[in-house]
């Protein structure tokens, strides 16, 4: 009795086990739950809290709109105008300035944190029609086949189940729709990760995590495959921002609420561990950071694309075998 107690008190030692009336499908479902590696609650905080100090959320919206104007061009690679399109993620409305009437009709804006996504409900006007949606990117819920297309701009890199929401927008999309997105990854903040890791172990011995954790260019594809999104091509772009000092560049992330939110981050940081951090970081060759923006355009496949994918596999049949015939 005594032992059940304790486990009870301790919920990390607890397992999953099957009550008998559930199902095989339900007891998998329960047990297979996403790894949560991020604090949902703490990054929809920080997102509000950022956008309640509008002129300093306005001051750093340098990056977001830069990613969003190149997003944008991206959409306009495709020859298509949209009626309804909507951004997961939207935050302070940053792709619906670089979008205009000839690209679609409505831009339905989603984002979590209900502050931040009406920061500029007063102050800007749009060239299209928007429609701001309190929505939890981890779980977009739209009706079957009923989106044009989808847009992301910097908001995925903080989601638990990035398949899951992947998959999501995919059931969302109609025949042969179109799904953008862009995310840090790779080696985004890599000076700054460095300059902290050093420092912690010089200071405490240990390494915390300051930085969360990103994805990659094959994870992302992977993923995308896995989602069931087709015809996708990923592309890099390196954003290159000078900052004077390490305290600059930590006090501008604070103001676009993209701080730490790791489930297992640290409550706070020791003076000398940040004096000695911002130490490191001058006494580099080169203080720049480099953001890494993974720019995703995928197609939900339909019949035509099929039809399309199996002519080209056997025209490339064909020209192979006439190759072989000439060259004997």
């Not at 056997?314 to 060259?327: G, I």
Request: charge should be neutral.
């Amino acid at each position: 009795m005594r032992k059940a107690m304790q486990l009870c008190s301790r919920p990390w030692l607890a397992r999953t086990y099957t009550t008998g009336k559930e199902t095989a499908r339900e007891y998998l479902e329960k047990s297979a739950a996403p790894f949560e590696v991020f604090d949902r609650n703490a990054k929809r905080m920080q997102r509000n809290r950022a956008a309640a100090r509008a002129v300093d959320s306005r001051e750093v919206d340098y990056l977001k709109d830069e990613v969003a104007a190149r997003v944008s061009d991206r959409l306009l690679d495709i020859k298509r105008r949209y009626h309804t399109v909507v951004e997961i993620g939207a935050g302070c409305g940053h792709l619906a300035k670089a979008v205009d009437e000839d690209m679609m009709d409505r831009l339905i804006m989603c984002d979590m944190a209900e502050t931040a996504l009406d920061r500029d409900i007063d102050a800007t006007e749009y060239e299209v029609k928007v429609e701001r949606r309190i929505v939890d990117e981890e779980a977009p819920v739209f009706d079957p086949a009923s989106l044009d297309a989808v847009v992301s701009s910097l908001s995925m890199h903080w989601v638990n189940d990035l398949p899951g929401m992947l998959i999501q927008i995919r059931k969302a999309l109609v025949p042969d729709g179109v799904f953008i997105g862009a995310m840090f990854g790779g080696d985004s903040l890599f000076e700054l990760r460095t300059a902290l890791q050093l420092a912690d172990v010089e200071r405490d011995g240990g390494i915390a995590a300051r930085v969360s954790p990103l994805t990659d260019t094959r994870d992302v594809g992977s993923l995308l495959s896995r989602a069931g999104l087709t015809l996708s091509t990923i592309d890099v772009d390196n954003i290159v921002v000078n900052y004077p000092s390490m305290l600059h560049l930590v006090s501008d992330i604070n103001a676009m609420g993209e701080g730490n939110a790791v489930v297992q981050r640290l409550p706070f940081i020791k003076r000398d561990t940040l004096l000695a951090a911002s130490a490191i970081y001058k006494g580099k060759p080169c203080s720049l950071i480099i953001f890494y923006c993974r720019c995703c355009v995928c197609y939900c496949c339909c019949v035509a694309q099929r039809a399309i994918v199996c002519c080209r596999d056997a025209l490339a049949r064909v020209t192979h075998c006439v190759n072989s015939y000439f060259l004997l």
